[in-house]
């Protein structure tokens, strides 16, 4: 989303040729307005209606045709105002020059598409933030709805009767302002068409289904959603949801274009294998919840990893986000073979203890820790290795790579504190008896 916002930089006053900052210039503006406040206010007590100029303040219709607006638009023509009588208006404040808002034109084209496929009487109205008619021109063509003409001027009285101040807004012409949800943008683009009406009510019941679904619903009713009740393999195997059962799952949320996702993926990978080799049947499976931003990309993620996915073109993927809250990636959420979420810190789990974290329980985690804290108190806080000049202090590493054996390690290390230098604890016993 883009704040419109100035930024301080210096100019110079055409009057007295001194330089002066932009900050200035927006106090001065910003003074300008309250005269003009002030001045309207006096018109208003002297008993002249500011908003007769415009007649109800929702009723953008009125207000149109009062700015001499005979049509609107679509991308194939022009349009009589009267084709929005009776249905519910939205304004959609938009520029062709804002990355945000083209990527959240398709999750509007998908709302606007499926509501009215249910026989909801909406329509959206395009109000330009363009500069120039060309990049206006463009941008409708990315728009099924209407959209008033382009008219700097005319977009500006506007902009500044709804108050709009940041794109991509979304403005439901409603009877009450306060009842809509304040980041509709977001709202949207988390709900879809579910989203609508589009009042505070509606999204505290969303955010109360989504709760719900994170701590009671079953694996299976998370992922099979809308008659989509497939998942598919990178050789393009489909298999059936249903199949899963008995089964600990991993939900993975990832994306080709994350490094760090790639590095993850290689440990997950070699989890996955070797516990689907050691144990009796396939106990383990993973399922890709993709946020990668395009088919292209979804495809080679998907080619080089052994277990099934979403479909891309699912929307179980978004929702499986926004019902686990997903903020970063690497994360993986884990489920028992009941259906139920054994732990949503999947990726700490793996990353730490490998497959050893099988079945990946609380209970499990607490014997790993356990088998730790023990291992730490059967050796010595300090040793003296005959390769090292100084003495090596008993350390908790996360991951580090021994500088005997040259192979990674991780939890217990003997450090110095003086150079970068780290052994196993395997590795110094070796030396000592060398």
């Known amino acids: 989303m883009v704040r419109l916002v100035l930024s301080n930089h210096e100019i110079t006053d055409s009057n007295s040729g001194n330089m002066i900052s932009t900050c200035e210039v927006s106090r001065n503006l910003i003074r300008k307005k309250e005269e ?10 002297a008993g002249l209606n500011y908003e007769a100029e415009y007649g109800d303040s929702h009723d953008i219709l009125k207000a149109l045709s009062n700015e001499g607006v005979e049509f609107l638009l679509t991308c194939e023509g022009k349009v009589p105002l009267s084709e929005c009588n009776g249905k519910i208006i939205c304004l959609f404040f938009s520029a062709n020059w804002c990355r945000p808002c083209r990527g959240f034109i398709p999750h509007l084209v998908e709302l606007y598409d499926t509501l009215r496929k249910r026989g909801v009487s909406l329509e959206i109205v395009f109000v330009s933030f363009d500069r120039e008619e060309d990049g206006f021109n463009e941008h409708l063509k990315s728009m099924p709805w209407l ?4 008219d700097v001027n005319l977009q500006r009285r506007l902009i500044d009767r709804y108050r709009v101040d940041r794109i991509p807004s979304f403005i439901p012409l409603c009877s009450d302002d ?3 949800v304040e ?4 709202c949207i683009e988390d709900y879809g068409a579910n989203a609508f009406p589009f009042t505070r009510k509606r999204h505290e019941e969303l955010k109360a289904i989504d709760k719900r679904k994170r701590e009671e619903a079953k694996l299976e009713e998370l992922l099979a959603q809308e008659g989509c009740n497939f998942l598919t393999s990178g050789d393009d195997i489909k298999v059936h949801v249903s199949e899963l059962t008995d089964k600990t799952i991993g ?7 994350s490094p760090p996702c790639r590095s993850f993926t290689i440990q997950l990978t070699d989890v996955y294998n070797n516990l689907n080799a050691a144990k009796n049947g396939h106990c383990f499976e993973i399922v890709l919840i993709s946020t990668d931003r395009d088919l292209k990309e979804f495809n080679v993620n998907i080619s080089s990893m052994p277990w099934l996915a979403i479909p891309y073109e699912d929307r179980t993927r978004h929702d499986l986000c926004r019902i686990f809250d997903i903020k970063g990636i690497p994360s ?3 489920f028992g073979p009941d259906g139920r979420v054994i732990s949503e810190n999947g990726k700490f789990m793996v990353s730490s203890y490998g497959a050893d974290a099988y079945p990946f329980t609380e209970s499990r985690i607490g014997d790993l820790e356990a088998a730790l804290r023990n291992q730490g108190e059967t050796l010595p806080q300090q040793v003296k290795d005959i390769k090292h000049e100084h003495v090596l202090k008993l350390d908790m590493a996360k991951a580090y790579v021994c500088d005997s054996c040259k192979k990674q390690g991780k939890f217990w290390a003997f450090s110095c504190d003086v150079c970068d ?14």
């Open 421 to 434: 230098y780290d052994l196993h604890p395997s590795c110094v016993e070796k030396l000592h008896k060398d």
């Open 147 to 150: 959209a008033v003409p382009f």
């Open 178 to 180: 306060d009842i809509t």
């Open 332 to 334: 993986l959420v884990l």
């Open 36 to 45: 003009k406040n002030l001045l309207l206010s006096a018109v208003l007590m």
């Open 183 to 186: 980041d509709l943008i977001g």
């Open 251 to 257: 939900l993975y949320f990832c994306a080709y274009w």
